[in-house]
């Protein structure tokens, strides 16, 4: 089993910025290849912010894309979400997902 810790979370001003740390471990697994930043707000489906593997290759939703900065930790299963010029529609908990885990999330709160 695939053990999951996000965190960075919290209260931002629209504008603002937030950057979110995950790191997934277990005692039978090297590397992941592909780990996933996910997230829903209330009333709505989860849904994929950003991604990146072992090498690199970010992705990004659209609505993310000019404004998100997927990370990673060389040789290892920690990733980062850097958010800046957030918005209220990004409210919302964010997840990480690694091997069809998900943490526990972080909430993020973009309000005046």
């Known amino acids: 089993q695939v053990h999951i810790v996000e965190s960075g979370g919290g209260l931002v001003q629209p504008g603002g910025s937030l950057k979110l740390s995950c790191t997934a471990s277990a005692s039978y697994i090297g590397i992941i290849h592909m780990m996933r930043w996910y997230r829903q707000a209330p009333g709505t489906e989860r849904e994929l912010v950003a991604s990146i593997t072992s090498v690199g290759s970010p992705r990004y939703a659209p609505s993310v894309e000019d404004r998100f900065t997927i990370s990673r930790r060389d040789n290892s299963n920690t990733i980062y979400l850097q958010m800046d010029d957030l918005k209220p529609e990004d409210t919302a908990v964010y997840y990480c997902?690694?091997?069809?885990?998900y943490g526990q999330g972080t909430q993020v709160t973009v309000s005046s």
């Open positions: 997902s690694a091997l069809d885990s």
